[in-house]
Every structure is written in structure tokens, then in C-alpha cells.
């Protein structure tokens, strides 16, 4: 279906709908938060109709089926939810218990779902697009600016053209990025609650002929529009922050990918580095 505000789609579409459907709509679009996570059954045990309601409720929007529109629902409330709404849906999640055990699972899951959607394609043409890019820019700010900084550091040791977009302000960011054109490539870190000035920055550097790969957690994604290469990483509310340890993993296979290309010129380069880590004692040798 179009790229919308889902809410916006169902207010529209509510004089059409029949009675038993206008129920589920109104549910929804009061309590979104809670029906993302609900069963087909259950919505429509919830608002007194029967579950063959509910899917061609869903049906009636647009989707193939209800399970994709509960993902549109659970993409909703991460970009929409406050922090501390955040908190009420995640532990209403997860629940009581084990909370290491349920935590370090659901990253596991997160991984292999990771690794059954990525676009393989787009990964190895990102790969290419990074070896022979003139200048790399990097850039993540907020939630996404630890996984930027780790990218940034890794990619500095390999290259010598990679720029770490850091910035305090719009202003600032612009001024970074004004010289970004045709043979460059920018990398976009983004998950949600998607940041204004990351956005913003891919926007500018798409119009000035860089080349995007955008790193982000859905198709649905305000970056994925300007993407010349979409890699998707699952992440998922933990707390009042999301899980990034996908996207992280992510990251470790394009590093990866990117030293094995370089392979030859990295055997000297780390070499060369060995060397002077030693002679300015840099690390603690007595314990490896």
C-alpha cells in the first residue's frame, strides 16, 4: 500500500467501512498502541466482532492479510510512541520473569529475522559502492549515533576519505556535508524515533548526487525513500530505547566485507600499526 500514516488511511477510508468494521477502526485509532501486538482474535473478541471481520477489515485497507497490518501498526507506534508510552507497551511486552533470558533471545530472533529479509543485492553493490567512493560520510545522530561512531572508527583504520558527520545542530550538519557530490557516498544510520536532521542530510546529499546507503529498520523508513541501497535491520523495544544489536551485526558483516576486498593492503597497514601500538605501549600486554 502507499506510504501514509496508517491513521490517517483509516480516517479516511472509516465512511466506507462497514458497521462492524467501524468498530475496529475506532478501536484503533484509540488505543494503536495496544492493538499493534493483539491477534485477529483477539482485536475483534476485544471490540465484539468475529475474526473474519477483523481480516477483511484489514483487507479492506489495503493489506494482504492482518499480520501485515499489525506490522504496519508496530512500525506506527515506534515512530509515534514518547519514551515513557514506550516504556508501558515494552514492559507490557515482555512481562514478568527471566529478564536476561528474554531479552538476549529476542535480540537472537531479531538477528536471524534480520538475515532472512536483508536484500543481498543491495549489501554487495553497498560494498562496491564504498571501495570506490571518493569521499565516505557517515552520519547518525541520537539513538543511532553509537552504531555511526563504531562504523566511523572501523572505517577510518581502512580508509583514508571517511568523514563522521557529528553535529549539535542543523546548521553545523550542513556545513559538513556542503561539498558531498557525484562519486561519494553517504551512509545513513536511522532507526526510530527517526531524527529530523538525519533525514534531512540524506535529502541533501541524494539532490547533490551522492550515492545513499541507508541502514534502517524498515522499507517504511523517512530515509528509505532517498536510498540507492536499502539494508534493513530488525530492532524492537526493549525499554524507552530500541534494541540495536542487528543493526550492529549489520555493520560487523560490512566491515568484514570491506577488509576482505582490502585484504592485501590491510595485511601491511595493521602490520605497520602493530608496530606503532608497541613502541607507544598503547595496549596492556601482561594481559593480551
Known amino acids: 500500500m502507499a506510504k501514509q500514516d496508517l491513521l490517517t488511511i483509516i480516517r479516511e477510508r472509516m465512511p466506507e467501512l462497514s458497521k462492524g468494521q467501524k468498530q475496529i477502526a475506532n478501536y484503533i485509532l484509540a488505543h ?39 506490522r504496519s501498526l508496530q512500525d506506527l507506534i515506534r515512530t509515534k510512541l514518547t519514551s515513557f508510552q514506550r516504556i508501558e507497551v515494552a514492559n507490557n511486552l515482555i ?12 535480540d537472537a530472533e531479531r538477528i536471524r529475522h534480520t538475515l532472512d529479509l536483508v536484500d543481498r543485492e543491495a549489501f554487495h553493490t553497498a560494498i562496491d559502492k564504498i571501495l570506490s567512493a571518493h569521499r565516505i560520510y557517515i552520519i547518525g545522530v ?24 557529528q553535529t549539535t545542530s542543523g546548521s553545523e550538519m550542513f556545513e559538513r556535508i556542503m561539498r558531498i557530490g557525484p562519486g561519494d557516498v553517504m551512509i ?19 539532490e547533490a548526487g551522492a550515492n545513499i546507503i541507508a541502514i534502517t529498520d524498515s522499507p517504511l523508513s523517512p530515509i528509505a525513500q532517498y536510498a540507492d541501497q536499502l539494508l534493513t535491520a530488525q530492532s ?31 595485511d601491511v597497514l595493521f602490520r605497520r600499526l602493530e608496530n606503532i601500538w608497541d613502541e607507544y605501549d598503547v595496549y596492556d600486554k601482561a594481559h593480551g
Open 32 to 70: 494503536y498502541e495496544k492493538a499493534a501486538y493483539m491477534t485477529a482474535s483477539k482485536l475483534g473478541s476485544l471490540v465484539g466482532v468475529s475474526e473474519s471481520t477483523v481480516v477483511r477489515f484489514a483487507i479492506e485497507l489495503g493489506f494482504d492479510g492482518y499480520p501485515e497490518l499489525q
Open 95 to 106: 512481562g514478568e520473569g527471566d529478564m536476561l533470558e528474554k531479552v538476549l533471545n529476542s
Open 142 to 165: 541520537r539513538s543511532s549515533a553509537s552504531l555511526a561512531s563504531f562504523l566511523s572508527q572501523n572505517f577510518q583504520m581502512i580508509f583514508d576519505n571517511v568523514q563522521f558527520v
Open 188 to 206: 545513513a544510520l536511522s532507526f526510530p524515533r527517526y531524527s529530523k536532521r538525519t533525514i534531512n542530510a540524506v535529502e541533501y546529499a541524494r
Open 236 to 266: 524492537d523495544m526493549v525499554s524507552f530505547v530500541d534494541s540495536l544489536v542487528a543493526p550492529l551485526s549489520l555493520i560487523n558483516a560490512m566491515i568484514a566485507a570491506v577488509s576482505m576486498k582490502k585484504q592485501e593492503e590491510l
